[in-house]
């Protein structure tokens, strides 16, 4: 197990984007449902679940698998972007005590990645828009490497991107299936608290190495 002050004995910080870092969660949900409705499909709450931990490309060919849309997974993939940018170049921001934290990690001389299933054009214009990008050494993005959060192939790469071990390095995270993959390859696992993973509460907390409601409680 780890805590505030033993998290600093890490050299490097790996960080998931959405729901970790950002609120943003809600974007997704809300996308997926606005989508197929233009085709006149419901969304069970099993596929927004299911596509929580897919990368773009792994999530828009899954749901043209599913339904009869007039559209390859790349014309999704693309609408999907088009649905989103300006929330993510806008609206969205960081959680409270994120800024901070990252900062203070810089300070102290970490080395800092992002490990996301989002895009790098959605990911990189909101960091920019909250002033943090330039914080980050490594990024390193699920349809780069193929695989989403089920696999551990994400993780791997960016700890060979940033030239570390995993007992080296502590991963934040938000859901339930990234927590158990990091763990299946030795990773030390904080899991910051997030609406959009609620049922998943008590497991993520007997999992985790150290979970926490707020970055404030990290400063």
Not at 73 to 84: A, E, G, L, R, T
Not at 147 to 169: F, H
């Amino acid at each position: 197990m780890i805590n505030k002050e033993t998290l600093l004995d890490k050299s490097g910080f790996i960080f998931d984007f959405d729901g970790t870092l950002v609120d943003s969660m809600w974007v997704w949900d809300n996308l997926l449902i606005d989508f197929l409705r233009r085709y006149d499909y419901d969304t069970p709450d099993e596929l927004l679940k299911e596509v929580a931990y897919m990368s773009m490309e792994q999530s828009s060919s899954h749901v043209c698998s599913l339904y009869d849309l007039p559209l390859t997974p790349k014309q999704v993939y693309q609408s999907w972007n088009d649905m989103i940018y300006d929330g993510y170049a806008n609206e969205i921001r960081l959680k409270t005590g994120v800024k901070e934290y990252l900062e203070r990690l810089r300070q102290q001389g970490k080395t800092l990645a992002i490990a996301t299933a989002n895009t790098k054009m959605l990911t990189e214009i909101c960091l920019e828009n909250n002033g943090v990008l330039e914080l980050f050494d490594v990024f390193t993005y699920a349809d780069e490497v193929g695989a989403g959060k089920s696999d551990p192939k994400i993780y791997l790469e960016t700890l060979r991107k940033m030239n570390m071990q995993t007992c080296e390095v502590v991963l934040f995270e938000d859901i339930l299936k990234a927590l158990e993959t990091a763990k299946s390859i030795g990773l030390d696992v904080v899991i910051a608290e997030d609406g959009a993973a609620e049922a998943d509460r008590n497991s993520l907390m007997t999992l985790a190495d150290l979970y926490i409601n707020s970055f404030e409680e990290l400063l």
